[in-house]
T-cell receptor
Framework: DSGVTQTPKHLITATGQRVTLRCSPR?????VYWYQQSLDQGLQFLIQ???????AKGNILERFSAQQFPDLHSELNLSSLELGDSALYFC??????????????FGPGTRLTVL | AQSVTQLGSHVSVSEGALVLLRCNYS??????LFWYVQYPNQGLQLLLK??????LVKGINGFEAEFKKSETSFHLTKPSAHMSDAAEYFCAVSGGSNYKLTFGKGTLLTVNP
């Protein structure tokens, strides 16, 4: 158990809908990262927040947005969902903002299925 | 820009045999290199990383990797495979602390009894 929790574990929804994925980092970790893992694209970095502020941005679509709240939990919002958004979404956390020195701890993931 | 190529999407070894998972990278700046392991239905776990200094890096569970700049490689090895090593392994590169992690496609390791 990494100490990172993600809810829900599974999510099934329809095209055009909007969903929210939630992540609670390990106690004491200030950074939260979101990743998307799919069969065709592999594992892709989406976005990082550090202590409530956006720190780095990866291949995140404009239909997707994220935020980190004062209690440090984070939410990833996915809207106007398409079939291709079906994937496993991971959250990771680390103590600092520099992941080269601070190990990222990954949650178990949320499996999103868009029908 | 950075990229990672993992040679072989599936590697099969016998228990007790050498494990060698290949990773080649491309980076426009001095790279930071990582190996992660993903067990079924779990998130990723860091095995080892190279940032600066010693080019031979030792990680958890008996794995090690060597950074070879001339070959742009960071291959993962373990002298003797164990059944519990069966998992998917990901190599990743970043161009430093302010660059995002770029992952390879992954290599699925199967260990046969």
């Amino acid at each position: 158990d990494s100490g990172v929790t993600q809810t829900p574990k599974h999510l099934i929804t329809a095209t055009g809908q909007r969903v929210t994925l939630r992540c609670s980092p390990r106690s004491g970790d200030l950074s939260v990262y979101w990743y998307q893992q799919s069969l065709d694209q592999g594992l892709q970095f989406l976005i990082q927040y550090y202590n409530g502020e956006e720190r780095a941005k990866g291949n995140i679509l404009e239909r997707f947005s994220a935020q980190q709240f004062p209690d440090l939990h984070s939410e990833l919002n996915l809207s106007s969902l398409e079939l291709g958004d079906s994937a496993l979404y991971f959250c990771a956390s680390s103590v600092g903002s520099d992941y080269s020195y601070n190990e990222q701890f990954f949650g178990p993931g949320t499996r999103l299925t868009v029908l | 820009a950075q990229s990672v190529t993992q040679l072989g999407s599936h590697v099969s070894v016998s228990e007790g045999a050498l494990v060698l998972l290949r990773c080649n990278y491309s980076s426009s700046v001095p790279p930071y290199l990582f190996w992660y392991v993903q067990y079924p239905n779990q998130g990723l776990q860091l095995l080892l990383k190279y940032t600066t200094g010693a080019t031979l890096v030792k990680g958890i569970n008996g794995f090690e990797a060597e950074f070879k700049k001339s070959e742009t490689s960071f291959h993962l090895t373990k002298p003797s495979a164990h059944m519990s090593d069966a998992a998917e392994y990901f190599c990743a590169v970043s161009g430093g602390s302010n660059y995002k992690l770029t992952f390879g496609k992954g290599t699925l390791l199967t260990v046969n009894p």
